[in-house]
């Protein structure tokens, strides 16, 4: 038995541990026909906003690489799906609570909007009898007003309204029990979702971030004492990923991915003042997510007793287990929907299932729950491929394979009781080992949030010193450059993760002789950093205009 245990901790360990070469774009082959369900981020940290110290964001973007120009129906969320963002508060891997999206689309008058056939056109029907015709785009006027303000739904422009309700759930998702979240301000149980981002003649003179921000919601959430926030929408795709070269077997010179000399020198062309971690275009600057984003006072998801502070979270989305295509379609009935909700999007730390789980088990690993990885996954990591694949395409020496630095990083948290310090360690840790990101959740000493200036994009890497040929390096939190409030304890917009679990899954928390490659600082030439985003609650930018 202790042999068996042994091998699932490294077999999890190793699928815990991939880097996070894109964020969950298309990772599964069922995913691919569903990309309104298609999880593709998750963030979770203590929000550094002024004055919002003592709240957590949770933020989950959906629907991967959505080109701005995409009309003339956008990128509305599928109203027969449950998007849902977890918390286990207690570590046993199980949700303690959930928060649950669903989505209504709307048309307006039944019909959108509707125009006159005259040549003098009109909307409705006119005194002379033209007959109003359904036309073919959701909106036929300007949105936005230059003062940037913007025309209130409904109205005679705005064809089709989106909006959502959201329940928390406390104990199993869907057994538990389920209340209403409401506006704070008047109590209603429906929000209102803006439209994407349709162009700058629907929203001119730069009126699309104060239309968006009309739609941050405080909100009341059942059982917390304090209001949070909320908003639902567009914005500009946040991840940063040289990500064609990625997928082409890591398609770049080893000198480049390996070194971060100021200057750099590129195809023997030097690049200065430029690091080499900032030298290639982010690929998929010019796309498009929809977020789906909460703060929440941190003592609102704390364990009510016997927690530490620390949490963990993970996103998914899921469908009717049955669905028959309606033969005579309809704008509100294309297909009919039933059975149990059915779980097919999984995200928690970026990314899993993209670059380790095998062809036939990625759909798998999407409808799988954290508590179940051990025993679901072993046969693909118990021999980690990634390592072995960057030694023979560069030449880099693979670590070992007794990934104990993994298992802390990825899987339990890290608690150093020599200090003592416990940076993100659930409760129950070792005994349930499961893929999530883990926070914690305190809002002074060294977890207190850093502004943006102060963040370091390399997350808790430089907390971690003293390596040498024959002992990997000790948590020190003391050291200069140490950030105990980025990546993997959480994740912030501004952590350049693929950086990070690049350096780790090769070795940098492993001593020299176990890890030869340890030292390099490996990269993709593609930054991220804090100063990418806003400062400010939703925190992703707002999205890419299609005109």
């Known amino acids: 038995m202790q042999r068996l245990l042994a091998a699932m901790v490294v077999s999890v360990v190793a699928i815990s541990s991939s880097p996070a070469f894109a964020s969950s774009h298309r990772e599964a082959p069922f995913i691919t026909r569903n990309p309104k369900v298609d999880g593709t981020d998750f963030y979770l940290f203590n929000s550094y906003e002024t004055g919002r110290a003592t709240n957590v964001s949770l933020i989950a973007n959906y629907q991967p690489l959505q080109d701005a120009y995409g009309g003339p129906n956008y990128f509305s969320m599928d109203p027969e799906a449950l ?7 207690t570590g046993d891997a199980a949700e303690d609570i959930t928060f649950q999206f669903r ?46 303000g913007f025309v209130a739904a409904p109205s005679g422009f705005q064809g089709q309204r989106e ?50 921000r009309a739609h941050i919601y405080d909100i009341t959430i059942p059982g917390c004492a304090m209001p949070g926030k909320m908003f639902v929408g567009q914005r500009a795709e946040g991840f940063a990923v040289n990500l064609g070269t990625i997928f082409d077997l890591v398609n770049a010179p080893a000198g480049l ?30 796309k498009n997510v929809t977020t789906i984003a909460l703060e ?61 789980i095998g062809v036939p088990d990625k759909d798998k690993f999407n409808s799988s729950e954290p508590k179940d990885d051990a025993a679901n996954f ?41 200090i003592p310090l416990n940076v993100n360690q659930l409760p129950n840790a070792g005994t349930v080992l499961a893929e999530m990101l883990r926070l914690n959740t305190a809002s002074s000493g060294p977890f207190a949030p850093r502004p943006a200036g102060m963040q370091n994009n390399l997350g808790a890497l430089g907390c971690f010193t003293g390596r040498s040929p ?20 959480g994740r912030r917009p501004g952590d350049d993760v693929v950086d990070i679990a690049l ?34 609650f939703p925190y992703l930018k707002a999205p890419n205009p299609g005109s």
Not at 83 to 89: L, R
Not at 116 to 143: M, Y
Not at 386 to 404: E, S
Request: hydrophobic share 40%.
């Open 503 to 536: 350096r780790v899954v090769e070795g940098i928390l492993m001593s020299g002789n176990d890890a030869p490659a340890g030292a390099f600082p490996f990269h993709d030439a593609v930054l991220q950093d804090a100063s990418q985003f806003d400062s400010v």
């Open 470 to 489: 024959t002992a990997g390096p000790s948590l020190n939190p003391s050291a200069p450059g140490c950030d105990p409030t980025g990546f993997p304890n």
């Open 296 to 356: 929440v006072p941190a003592t609102c998801l704390q364990a009510a007793a016997g927690g530490n502070g620390v949490i963990g979270g993970w996103t998914t989305a899921s469908v009717r287990q049955a669905r028959v295509i309606n033969p005579t379609a309809t704008y509100t009935v294309p297909a009919r929907e039933g059975g149990a909700w059915t779980q097919v999007s999984r995200l928690g730390s970026p990314l899993v299932n993209e670059v380790v």
């Open 378 to 418: 072993a046969p693909y990591v118990l021999r980690p491929t990634l390592p072995i694949l960057l030694q023979v395409l560069f030449g880099v020496q693979a670590p070992k394979n007794d990934r104990g630095d993994l298992v802390a990083a990825f899987l339990t948290g890290v608690n150093d009781t020599t």
């Open 163 to 212: 909006t959502y309700t959201v329940n928390v759930v406390r104990g199993n998702r869907r057994t538990g029990t389920s209340q209403p979240v409401v506006n704070a301000n008047g109590g209603a149980m429906e929000f209102a979702k803006p439209l994407d981002n349709i162009g700058s003649k629907t929203f001119p003179a730069n009126s699309y971030a104060n239309y968006a």
């Open 257 to 286: 991915i390996t070194s971060e000399a100021t200057p750099c020198v590129v195809n023997m062309v030097q690049i200065s003042p430029n690091s080499c971690r900032n030298v290639v275009a982010n690929t998929i600057a010019n």
């Open 83 to 89: 998007y849902e963002i977890h918390i286990d508060n």
């Open 103 to 148: 989505f209504r689309n709307t048309l307006l008058n039944g019909t959108g909007v509707a125009l006159s056939t005259l040549p003098d056109g009109g909307f409705g029907a006119l005194a002379d009898g033209g007959a109003p015709v359904a036309i073919s785009l959701i909106n036929a006027g300007t949105i936005g007003l230059p003062d940037g």
